[in-house]
């Protein structure tokens, strides 16, 4: 088992930052690509982005590239989603997630409980 924490979500205005952070407990964080999703009001959840276990391969969605970027401390359990000119349509719930698969893996095994993210126009 692996427990997922999200955090740092907020409002923001349209052009601005926010990071999020999840903290990983229980098994190796190491055993796992981490992933973050999001999931807006009235849709479906969708794929952000993920990084491999060693932090040496990363896969973002067209929607936030070069916009996004995500990283992952090893040492801390620890994954980030570093967000800048956020956009209002970015508004949603974004979740952190693992999985023993690649960073294009459409199986996600553990999921945290989500952070909101709001970005005003």
């Known amino acids: 088992q692996v427990q997922l924490v999200e955090s740092g979500g907020g409002l923001v205005q349209a052009g601005g930052s926010l990071r999020l952070s999840c903290a990983a407990s229980?098994?190796?964080?190491?055993?796992?690509?981490m992933g973050w999703f999001r999931r807006a009001p009235g849709k479906e959840r969708e794929f952000v982005a993920a990084?491999?276990?060693?932090?040496?391969?990363?896969y973002f969605a067209n929607s936030v590239k070069g916009r996004f970027s995500i990283s992952r401390d090893n040492a801390k359990n620890t994954v980030y989603l570093q967000m800048n000119n956020l956009k209002p349509e970015d508004t949603a719930v974004y979740y952190c997630?693992?999985?023993?698969?690649?960073?294009?893996?459409?199986?996600?095994?553990?999921w945290g409980q989500g952070t909101q993210v709001t970005v005003s126009s």
């Open positions: 990084i491999s276990r060693s932090a040496d391969s990363t």
């Open positions: 997630a693992a999985t023993v698969g690649l960073v294009n893996s459409g199986r996600y095994d553990y």
């Open positions: 229980g098994r190796t964080f190491t055993r796992y690509t």
